[in-house]
C-alpha cells in the first residue's frame, strides 16, 4: 500500500524566513515518483516539482528546493525567504506502479503554509 | 505543460437538480482522467478513475448513481452529480493522464458546487 504523510498541519512564518515542509511516504515498489503541488486560495493545483525514485539529486529552483532522501523515504521541500505569496496550502504526492495497474497518484493531507508580513 | 480545463469553474444549484461538471484535456489525449472531491481544509480525496471507451472505476465509498462519469473521447470526460444536495457542496478536481507515460498527470482548475 501506499502512503503520504505530511505531518505539518499548519505552519506560520513571518516573511524573510526559510521554511521546510515535511513529506514522508511509503511504498513497496522501486520505481515511483514524488511530486509537489501549490494550492493557493483560488484552488487550482500548481505543479511544482516531479522526482523519480533514481534520482536523488537535491534541486534548487529560485527559493524553492527539495531534499529526497530514500534511506528516509522522506522528500522535504524547503522556501528560503518566504514572502506573503508563498501562502497556501502545499500537497506531497506519491505515483508508483503498484496500484492494480492503474498507477493512480497518493495524496499526503497537504501543509497549509501562512507568511505573515 | 499540457493543459487541462474544466466547465463551469463554479455552479451554484438547488437541492435536487443535476449538476455536470466538464473536464477536458486541451493539447493532448487524455487516456485516463481522475475525479477528486475536496472539502474545505482537506486533501484530495479520489472519487473514481475512468478510462477512456469503458466504465469508470469508483472508490470505496463513493456511490456511482450519484457521481456519473463518462469518458467518451480522448478529450473530454464529465462528472454529474445527480439529484444534488447541499452535501454535495465541494470543490471538484479533474486530472488528465496522457499517453505519455504514467507518471505524467495534469491537474485541472477545479469546479466549486455549491447546492442550495
Redesign the interface.
Same mark, same amino acid.
Given at each position: 500500500a501506499q502512503k503520504v504523510t505530511q505531518a505539518q498541519t499548519e505552519i506560520s512564518v513571518v516573511e524573510k524566513e526559510d521554511v521546510t515542509l515535511d513529506c514522508v511516504y511509503e511504498t513497496r515498489d522501486t520505481t515511483y +515518483?514524488l511530486f509537489w +503541488?501549490k494550492q493557493p486560495p /483560488?484552488?487550482?493545483?500548481v =505543479?511544482l516539482i &516531479?522526482r523519480?525514485s533514481f534520482d536523488e539529486q537535491n534541486e534548487i529552483s529560485g527559493r524553492y528546493s527539495w531534499n529526497f532522501q530514500k534511506s528516509t523515504s522522506s522528500f522535504n521541500f524547503t522556501i528560503t525567504a518566504s514572502q506573503v505569496v508563498d501562502s497556501a496550502?502545499y =500537497?506531497c504526492a506519491l *505515483?508508483s $506502479?503498484n496500484s492494480g495497474g /492503474?498507477? *493512480? $497518484?497518493t495524496?499526503? &493531507?497537504?501543509t /497549509?503554509l501562512i507568511v505573515h508580513p | 505543460g499540457a493543459v487541462v480545463s474544466q466547465h463551469p469553474s463554479w455552479v451554484i444549484c438547488k437541492s435536487g437538480t443535476s449538476v455536470k461538471i466538464e473536464c477536458r484535456s486541451l493539447d493532448f489525449q487524455a487516456t485516463t482522467m481522475f475525479w477528486y472531491r475536496q472539502f474545505p481544509k482537506q486533501s484530495l480525496m479520489l472519487m473514481a478513475t475512468s478510462n477512456e471507451g469503458s466504465k469508470a472505476t469508483y472508490e470505496q465509498g463513493v456511490e456511482k448513481d450519484k457521481f456519473l462519469i463518462n469518458h467518451a473521447s480522448l478529450t473530454l470526460s464529465t462528472l454529474t452529480v445527480t439529484s444534488a444536495h447541499p452535501e454535495d457542496s465541494s470543490f471538484y478536481i479533474c486530472s488528465a493522464r496522457g499517453l505519455a507515460g504514467w507518471n505524467e498527470q495534469f491537474f485541472g482548475p477545479g469546479t466549486r458546487l455549491t447546492v442550495l
Open positions: +515518483y +503541488y /483560488s484552488g487550482e493545483l =505543479f &516531479r523519480n496550502v =500537497f *505515483i $506502479p /492503474s498507477y *493512480i $497518484p495524496f499526503g &493531507r497537504g /497549509s | -
